[in-house]
């Protein structure tokens, strides 16, 4: 290394004055200040340059081009929370949305933390839907991304390094922008090259070659993608980055001309003094950095900070400028940040000490103050706004940012204070607009007929001029988050809730809850008929269901229940899902599989004719028959508040029953095999196999289904275990949960490549549910499913279904009395029969490697579907865990359900012979029992690895 004086000067222009073009003394140290320009300067003698001329693109209106950041972590905050619609859509051209980070190893864009759900991504770039001209931005990195001791620290500086980890970290912004409709990037890296933050001096030559990747990859996209960066106003961070090379492929920066100052002034040579942190003399220095290495005027957007720097003072009797500080400030009662104070904070001070005296800087174009002795904040407010507003447009700046959007109150003074006017309310910007997404964004119901009936408004409107539209009219309006804006109308049953309420005059007024929330009720029309048949017993209890309830074999399958000691009138929400309505009667009158169809194989997507057709209880999920579909729900709740978060719906793929499941098909055709309990005896659970050509289609028809492997309540028990983390044996997961608002919003989107989802002939699937779905069989993939009896068939569905027993205590009960008086002794062990016979139905050398294959299937797909979609990353993890921890789990408990009811047979049967009333089928009881308790040998599962056949 070359350690001369020239040595070491050539090395500091190099690093420096190539991207800067600061001026550098004889003795290599770079700078602005005359000192730095004398008779032996190195470079760029001129210590105030004029601006270059503008790129010829607009120019000298700083607020044509508005940028709100907003962070993301106010979405969830317990103080001044602030949702994306909340934010003033009017005043704004374009909002960031701070932060994403950056996953190591893949280089996927994911939520900066926990906290934040990717369903927030959506909810930010939907408000496009509101303002048409609205662009929204995802702002990748921050302070904290780079932060010392960070895993993410490196990251920027790894992949800016390496060609293929560029080309690799392009494409995943291109998907995620394309995933969750997102306009551009804002890079936001704090900072390259600069040693204190973990910087190398190859990251400013590494980062122009990103970019450059970056923008082929969005030329490439042909979505119209645009780019932007972030830069400090300080030239100790500043002079890292190459802004001529930067400039070739960005199409503005954004200059943080706040934070100039702080209590980080301490650690250098400044001192421990207080300055403002946004005065114009400094943000003037700054810019003058830029017009060095031409950066046009109207490529720049020039920031303005919604919060004021705040300090301790040392002397108290020492506050102007320059005076020394001790510390932060005593911390906002919101904000909660020692040194910081939201515009509201500020303005609460003032309002509470009117006695204080506002000094105001003229020069640096800020505001600063005193209080609580020793207490000092600077600050912008309308008049320092409008100071810096002219000074822009003056010298040709051509847009303006906003750190940050959310910080205003939510009247938005601060943002009428930068425009200088009264913002325009939101709902004033389209009303049809507006309209059409608050109806699409009404709140998901409890079936598709409520939905119609009811929807609450999201955004605040003016009741007199936003309808609720045709056929609805308006029963209630809540004040939630609408400051003195309007409010969020309620169109025609607890649906809505919120602190504030509202209402009309003679209901609960406007005055927010100081705990819980209000809620508001309306009834649906159909809500008498519903429930007439139910009532209150007098003593407390717990609500039983089952899927037999007092009858003996005609059960109703797949998660239909009967309830005990309520009986809902179903006809007033759907058609009865089988012929008897009340499913009484032989087995073949109500257990016919009414979700099988006959139509033909398919090639195109799945009709969109179908509705949710679930209503949740408090005792499980009713599922009621829709369009020849069905769907299961998982609600999510917070379980440390108990406040609901998610709700996942899971819809099969329509599949076909019986009698045509062997029609001629594209897709590879499924076994003909039909399995069904053997006849040699009354009490065998052996399991025979016939030919399906060797039945009649009505004998199919009549006393077989065509069903799934593993049983569609599989995929609802992944879902629980995904957003939870806990699986089906109630033990915790290694791998960490899904955030469910991000299952929730995911599982039934298109993100999907229709190519990459093709099984057998089915075409068109585009969401991560109808992928799964389809491995369990459907009419374009029907090689999953397999034809069995009825009887064993319902049995396996209630043997499957979370926290169902095959037969419910009652019934068993009443069998039980009829059997001792001497007859009905088979009713009584059929169920048994069954329970057994559906695990040697699974573990048949016929049935089980078709079931293994299923398996294998789900897994791969589930791996394919982490893979592609983020925010799903960890289902395949997670999916790994539950998979045989399911079957496991399942068998144990029907293998103890079969133990305890023959033993409390026994000990029925045998108390009556003690008592000296031996029932007439005694013997015949016994003789069934010892070949039950021998068959217990096979209800064991599959094979946890599915790859073992």
Partial sequence: MDRTIAGMVAQQLTVVSSCLRTSCSEFGFCGTASDYCNARCQSNCEEHPDPPPASGSGGGDVLKRVIGYYKGWNAVSKCHQTLPVDLPLS????????????????????????????????????????????????????????????VTQPLLGEISADATKRAKFSSQIVHFLSTYGFDGLDLDWEY??????????????????????????????????????????????????????????????????????????RENEIGNVVQPHTNLTEIKRATELLWRVGVPPDKIAL????????????????SKPGCRFSGGSHPGACTATSGYLAPYEIQDILNKK????????????????????????????????????????????SGSLIWAADLDDYEWSAHEGLFGKKIKPNNEIDNVAHRDYALSQSSSLVTSELRNDCFLFKQCVDRDIVKCGAGYSMVGYDKSGCGSVGSKPICE?????????????????ESSCTRGHKVFCCQAHNFTDLTKDCAWTKWEVTLATDTTGDSVRSGCNWGRRKALCCTPNLDAIAPTPCDNKNCSGDESSCAKDSYADDFSDEDQCD???????????????????????????????????????????????????????????????????????????????????????????????????????????????????????????????????????????????????????????????????????????????????????????????????????????????????????????????????????????INHPDARPRIQANRRALLETSRSISTSVLGLGRLHALHLEHDANWYRTRTRRARTWVADQLVRIAAAFTAEENAGRTPTNLQVIRAALNSLFDDLQYMEPPPDDPNVP
């Avoid at 450059?212 to 960066?229: P, Q």
């Fill in 91 to 150: 005043a704004l051209t374009h909002i960031n949305f701070a932060f994403a980070f950056v996953e190591p190893g893949t280089y996927a864009i994911v939520p900066m933390d926990g906290t934040i759900a990717t369903s927030l991504f959506t909810d930010t770039t939907n408000l496009k839907k509101l303002n048409p001209g609205l662009k929204v931005f995802i702002s990748v990195g921050g302070w904290t991304f780079s932060d010392n001791g960070t």
């Fill in 607 to 841: 009709p969109t004719d179908c509705f949710l057709d679930s209503v949740d209880s408090a005792s499980g999920d009713v599922h009621i028959q829709g369009d020849k579909k069905r769907s299961f729900t998982r609600d999510f709740y917070d379980f440390n508040t108990l406040l609901f978060l998610a709700r996942v719906v899971m819809e099969p793929r329509r599949y076909t029953g019986p009698t045509v499941l062997h029609a001629p098909t594209r897709s590879t055709p499924a076994s003909t095999n039909v399995f069904r309990l053997s006849g040699t005896t009354c009490f065998s659970t052996t399991i025979e196999v016939v030919d399906r050509w060797s039945l009649t289609n009505q004998e199919l028809e009549d006393g077989y289904d065509t069903e799934h492997n593993p049983d569609l309540q599989y995929v609802a028990s992944l879902i629980w275990t995904a957003g939870t983390g806990i699986l089906p044996d109630g033990s915790r997961a290694q791998t960490s949960p899904i955030d469910p608002r991000d299952l929730a919003n995911l599982w039934n989107n298109q993100l999907l490549n229709p190519a990459d989802t093709r099984t057998g002939s089915s075409r068109g699937i585009r969401t991560p549910n109808g992928y799964l779905m389809d491995q369990f069989g459907s009419q374009g993939n029907r090689a999953p499913l397999l034809i069995l009896e009825r009887g064993v068939n319902q049995i396996k569905g209630a043997i499957f279904t979370e926290d169902t027993s095959p037969r419910s205590i009652t019934t068993m009960t009443n069998l039980l009395e009829t059997a001792i008086g001497g007859t009905g002794h088979e009713e009584l062990l059929q169920p048994i029969r069954e329970a057994i016979a559906v695990f040697r139905y």
């Fill in 493 to 509: 049953v607890t649906l809505y809730d919120s602190k504030t309420g509202g209402g009309f005059e003679n209901e609960s007024g």
């Fill in 303 to 318: 920031g303005f900070g919604f919060y004021g720097r705040s300090f301790t003072l040392k002397d108290p009797n020492c």
């Fill in 192 to 265: 390259p090259g600069a040693p204190d933050r973990g910087g190398k001096d190859e990251d400013t030559a590494n980062m122009v070659l990103l970019f450059a990747s970056i923008r082929s990859a969005f030329d490439k996209a042909k979505k119209g993608y645009e780019l932007t960066f972030t830069i400090p106003a300080s030239y100790w961070y500043l002079r890292w980055f190459d802004m001529p090379g930067l400039m070739k492929y960005a199409d503005w920066t954004n200059l943080m001309s706040y934070d100039i100052h702080g209590i980080w002034d």
């Fill in 354 to 397: 009117p006695s204080i005296e506002v000094h105001h800087d003229e020069e640096a174009a800020v505001k600063y103050f005193s209080w609580d002795t020793n207490q000092w904040i600077s600050y912008d407010d309308s008049t320092t706004f409008k100071q810096k507003v002219d000074w822009a447009n003056k010298i040709g700046l």
